[in-house]
């Protein structure tokens, strides 16, 4: 069970991965109609993709920057109340899963197992998708886009700062 619950706590424990997973949420709940939960679903199986490449091919080093740019991009697409065709959407989805996928997989300490890790992660992944749908929608449903927007440029900007090595 200790394997699991590292998975769990792992997106917790780095402030590019918590941030990303909260957008990935919030900007999920700006999508129209009952799509919302189609982004992070694709998000969280191509997770599950990426941690299995990451796992085998041990690629993930690059990827700290890729993860930050996908932090700026979602905090970017919040900020700019952006909603795209949901094609799009769950494809940009995907592809920032694959970048945070690799690094996890990549990740995985030795002598943890794998899919026991990869179980408590999706678990968290997921469980912070529907935190962040649920500030998303909330905040929707209060009208405050000023908020959305705020909210979406801090996130953007705390992943300039990832990138910079600041934070």
Known sequence: MHNAIDGLTHPLTGLDHLLAMVAVGVWAA???GRRVWLVPLTFVSMLVVGMTVGRFTGAGSINELLIALSVIAVGGLIASRRSLSIVWACATAGVFAMFHGLSHGAEIPAGVSAWQFGLGMVVSTALL???????GSGVRRSGSVSLLRLGGAAIAACGVLI???AM
């Not at 998708?129 to 500030?135: D, S």
């Open 30 to 32: 700006l999508q129209p």
């Open 129 to 135: 998708h529907a935190a962040g749908v649920l500030i």
């Open 163 to 165: 990138a910079m090595g």
